[in-house]
């Protein structure tokens, strides 16, 4: 079931930070990196973020989420988190399929680093094509898509 969550409510910011830390440490494993900037978020920033979240629940437990930006007919996907104990579920396709519908935009954008080949092909499932590479002060070399 995929629902709006509320992130400026503690418990549910909790969730969702949870996630995210699950999530990005296996992506930060899978980039070779480090020091990734996602780890870095707390739940107080969830918290006090204005991005819209969605999560995927199964069995009334939160599996996933996805983090969006709509700025005029501009959809920006922030964030795309899925628990490890919810991998190769096809859950992510879910929710980016699901934010694809239910929102009115002309363009999509998303952004990924070079080496997260499983969510370059996931975005391309969807029609995304790269159009931008990047590297930030991070050093982490990513990847701009848009559909």
Known sequence: ?????????KKEAHQIFTIFQHSYK??????GSLDFPPLLRSAKN???SKTLFYGFS?????????E???????????SLTVDPHYFKKGIA?????????????SDAIVETAVANIPAIHL??????VEFKRRTPS?????????V
């Not at 975005?123 to 995304?128: A, V």
């Not at 991070?138 to 848009?146: D, R, W």
């Open 26 to 31: 296996i992506e930060a494993q899978l980039i």
């Open 58 to 66: 199964e069995n009334a437990c939160l599996a996933a989420v996805i």
């Open 138 to 146: 991070h050093g982490i070399e990513k990847l701009a898509m848009l």
């Open 68 to 78: 969006i930006v709509i700025e005029g007919k501009l959809l920006k996907i922030d």
């Open 123 to 128: 975005y391309k499932k969807h029609g995304f």
């Open 93 to 105: 396709n879910k929710l980016i399929s699901y934010v694809l519908e239910i929102i009115d935009f």
């Open 1 to 9: 079931m995929i629902k709006i969550l509320n992130n400026s409510n």
């Open 46 to 48: 969830i918290q006090n």
